[in-house]
Every structure is written in C-alpha cells, then in structure tokens.
C-alpha cells in the first residue's frame, strides 16, 4: 500500500453509533477523504437483524467485548458484566434498540455546569435530524433522518394495563409520547425499520458505500494517536497482526465509546500523570480529567408471576411458540421477535409534586433469574413478567483506566455504584413504585404473585440488600472524556476538541457529563452528526 492510500483529511477511530454518523456526514459532499476504523468485523449476522436476535449476540458473544468491573464493595463485591458493542455500528448493532432523547431538564444542568451549547433546546435540532418518526408531533420529533423509529403495536393487552396502572398509581401520567418531554409513560419507541434493527451501519453506512471518499476498514486495532507537538496527525494501528500508520491532514475522531476512547488516550500518553507512570506509557499532555467521571445505571427488576396469557415466558421458549413468532415477524414485521421484550414505559418523579422525571420504570414481558449477567440468559418456565426500573441521573462515580502499554488489554473499570448516599434511595424509592404499579388496578388483576425478591424482601433493609447482590448495568456507561469549558474539570471542550490537542476530537458516550437520556444511543448519534458538523465548520 503507497502512503497516498494510508493518508486521509479525517480518520474516525470506532465505527459504533457516533463514529458511523460522522463519517458519513463527514464524506458526504465528496471534498473530503475519510477513513473509518473498526476494531470489530462486519455487521454480517442474521441475529443482528432480528431484534431480538439480540439474545443470541449476548449468549453467543457475537460481536460483544466482554468487559467486567472491578469486584465493587457496594455491590456484595461483585464484579459487574459490562459488555460493549464490537462490530460496525457499534452497540447500536447489539443493544435493545430503546429509543429515548432523554430528560430535558438534565441537558440543561449540562449547559448550566461548564458544557454551554448543550442544553435541551441545542441538542433538539439534532435529534430531530437523526430520527425519522412518522406520528410525532413536528415541534419535537424528526420525520426525515437517516435512523428509523417505530412505536411498538401490542400484541396483548400487558402494555396498557401496566401504563394505565401507573397512572391509576399516581407515578406517573400516560402520554401520548414520552419523547416530547421526558415524563410519562407510553409505548416503546424502537430504532427498527419494517421489524428490522435499524442500527447505524443500516442508517448511516449502507447509503454511503458507494462512495469512493470513504474507506471503511474492520479489524483494525488503533493502539496509539500519533502526536507531533501538540498536534495529532494519525494513528498507529494493528492490522492482522502487523503494524500499519495511518495519518490525517485535517483531525483525528475518537469514537471508541466509554471504556476504548479514554484508554487509547492514556495509550497515546495523554491523561493523569500518575495512571500513566504506573502503567509505563510516557506522558505527552497531562489531562486529569481522562478516565475519570465514569457512570453507569444499575438495573434492578422485580418479577411477578401473571395469569396465562400475558408473558411470553412459554412462546419465547417453546417450538411452537418460536414458530410461530418467526413466521409473524417474516410476513407482518410485528411481534414479539421486534422488540427487546421490553414493550412500554414510563418516566416518573421519585419525589410527589415534580414533573422532573428521576427514574425510569418499565414492563418486559418475561422474566429470569439471570440478570443482565454474561452467556445464555434462561426464561423462566412459568408465567411470569418484570417490572425494572432504575434511576437516571447517578450521582456516583467511578473510574476507566490502563494498567499497562499492551491496547489490548481490557481496561480497569471502577464501578462505585451507590457511593453517593442519593442513589440508593432513589433505587429504592423506583423499587417501591414498581410494586406499587403492580398492586394497583387493572395490573394486578393478572398479577399472582411476587416471584423475585418476594415477600421476604419486604422491608427497606431487606429490598436494598436485593439492589446490592442483583443490580445490573442497564448498558449505559457514559462520562470518561466528559464535555467542559475548564480543563481541569474535563478532557473535551464544548466543540468536542481535546483539551491542549489540535487536530483531535471525542465523539461519543464518554463525552457525556452525565446520563441525561436512560437510554444513550439516541445521543451517541446526535454527538457523531455534531462532531462532523464542528470539524466541516471550521475548515
């Protein structure tokens, strides 16, 4: 290969859900060359079509990185499963598909706290240009993007018993949307097209294979960000195993996501003085900030055995259940089979008398006594279905750092889940509403019994015992290059630029000061269309 072929105006690193839509955006007038890197393969699976192929990607490790934390104190010691994406179109290639734009009031606590030009009406237009949702109401919702939204249709009546319940319960109201503002309860809102994952190889990729300006190569290891100065003008990548340079005239984009973007940092020399001394890397800008400000949900579901009818335990499980299934979703793309499982939810106040939604609670149509864990996730031979929930702003903060020089190896995650007194009542304020919800008309009608925790758990000791020895991740680790005017305080400015580092900018969840959307894909796009919007300004 001659250096023409291996020199590029921009090089993306990660082709996940912020790295597809910027080199696409990037590409698309035809004036610039664009490589986009992946370290994972090609997005070639049938199960990654089918929503709820998501599963057997999970089960199988198809196209996951298998990360784990370390043991966490608060969490009975455990160490939590935190897998990522590892494929092109990232995570949105292996998530649950849950589409939400998240809680208005908390992009504007972005704004107020050092991230101006984030706040929720900033962030709208860009929402707006990613989504293509045909029934929204046009002041707040897109019609035309590139990545397509469906609202789930049901096939039973569970959804609306569990959205009337809360109502009735006096959690939260039902609306006709929750994306219009954040609070409320409806019917899930999937990124899926005719039944199919709507993932951003699907939206941003595929329209833009054609064109000769962008080269996409998967497989591609990015071990360090070449510097001169000051300045990055490349990257040092492995490619079956051999080292290959690749350099950019114009920038460099990480998008990495929370765990790879802060370590290929620390890789390249840049972050905290004295992670990089203990790892042996040779410090070449210092940034406190990098790895730092880690966070994550924890998932906590309450099971509930059902009449029969109304959980999908046994179709999901059995031959002909699965057949039938399969054949709905072939000729009608409706189903079971389009959803994660999870088909309706709600935004709520763990505090009366506020409309600023604190916590998410929703319904899933089976249960297990596997939560969230690694391998094959095993329904429940009964009737039965889950109430989750979680709170949506954690105030706890963890940590993503290197041990060592070698870029394949996993990073050191530090959880700290429920280090902040906040969290854990909170967590425990959603478990009640979630039995709440459960014990009023017309949910609990159908409703047996409470399978998990059970009646034992009954006290407020008893239920935050059950939130330690069982929370999972929700999937949503976000703020390790967190977005800040001050340095001291952040890795990323406000236009996405390294603090001190021309020629390279953070695009995507790891530049998130905190979680204000309970679902973080939505954003991860909006961040890569804005990244390739502030480099296309400034040349």
């Known amino acids: 290969m001659n250096a023409d072929t291996r020199t590029f105006d921009y090089i993306v690193v ?40 998501v599963a057997k990607l999970l089960e199988k490790e198809k196209y996951i990185r298998s990360f784990f934390t370390e043991p966490d104190a608060q969490m009975h010691g455990r160490r939590i499963y935190w897998p990522r994406g590892w494929v092109v179109g990232g995570s949105s290639t292996v998530n649950g598909m849950i589409w939400v734009l998240g809680t208005p009031h908390e992009y504007d606590l972005w704004a107020g706290d050092g991230c101006p030009g984030w706040s929720y009406s900033d962030l709208l237009p860009w929402f707006k240009k990613v989504e293509s949702y045909e029934p929204g109401d046009e002041r707040y919702r897109g019609r035309s993007g590139p990545v397509t939204v469906t609202e789930f249709q049901p096939v039973d009546p569970l959804p609306d018993l569990f959205l009337d319940s809360v109502q009735a319960a006096g959690v939260a109201p039902r609306v006709k949307d929750y994306n219009e503002c954040g609070y409320g309860g409806s019917y899930l809102q999937f990124n899926t097209r005719r039944g199919i994952r709507c993932n951003t190889r699907m939206a941003y990729l595929d329209p833009a294979a054609g064109r000769t300006n962008l080269v996409l190569k998967s497989g591609v290891l990015v071990t360090r960000i070449m510097l001169e100065g000051k300045r990055a003008v490349g990257v040092q990548a492995r490619i079956g195993g051999r080292e290959g340079v690749f350099r950019a005239r114009l920038e460099v984009i990480l998008c990495g996501g929370a765990f790879n973007s802060p370590q290929l940092l620390e890789l390249s020399g840049i972050g905290r003085r004295e992670v990089l001394a203990r790892a042996g890397v040779s410090l070449q800008h210092e940034l406190a900030m990098v790895g730092e400000n880690l966070s ?44 994660g499982t999870i088909t309706a939810q709600t935004f709520a106040a763990s505090t009366p008398g506020t409309e600023q939604a604190d916590i998410k609670i929703q319904v899933q149509q089976v249960s297990s ?45 530090v959880s700290n889940h429920f280090t902040h007194p906040e ?31 059970g009646p034992k758990a009954g006290s407020d000791e008893a239920m935050i015992d059950y939130l330690r020895a069982t929370g999972a991740t929700a999937y949503h680790p ?10 001291a305080q952040s890795v990323v400015d406000t236009r996405l630029q390294v603090h001190g580092i021309d020629g390279l900018r953070i695009a995507d969840a790891s530049v998130m000061p905190t979680i204000a959307a309970t679902n973080t894909n939505a954003i991860a796009i909006a961040i890569g269309e804005r990244v390739a919007a502030f480099a296309l300004e400034e040349r």
């Not at 955006?25 to 986009?36: D, F, M």
């Not at 959980?311 to 399969?326: D, E, F, I, M």
């Not at 279905?385 to 995650?413: E, K, M, N, V, W």
Request: net charge positive; with cysteine; charged share 25%.
């Open 14 to 53: 990660g082709a996940g859900s912020a790295g597809a839509a910027a080199a696409a955006r990037l590409s698309e007038s035809g004036r610039h060359r664009v490589l986009l890197l992946e370290a994972g393969p090609r997005d070639r699976s049938f199960w990654s079509r089918m929503p709820l192929g």
């Open 296 to 339: 994550e949900h924890v998932y906590s579901p309450v099971c509930f055995r059902v009449k029969p009818g109304y959980s999908w335990n046994t179709s999901l499980t059995s031959p002909l259940g699965q057949l039938r299934a399969g054949i709905r979703w072939i000729f009608k793309h409706d189903g079971p089979l389009t959803t």
């Open 369 to 413: 006594d596997s939560n969230r864990g690694p391998g094959k996730m095993e329904l429940d031979r009964f009737d039965a279905i889950t109430i989750a929930s979680f709170q949506i702003r954690p105030r706890s903060r963890g940590s993503c750092h290197i041990a060592g020089a070698d870029p394949g190896a996993d990073p050191i995650l």
């Open 423 to 453: 969290d854990i009542d909170v967590c425990l304020k959603a478990l009640r509403l979630s039995r709440r919800i459960a014990a009023t008309a017309p949910l609990s009608g159908i409703i047996t019994g409470e399978e998990r925790p």
């Open 478 to 487: 976000v703020g390790t290059c967190r977005i800040g005017t001050d340095a």
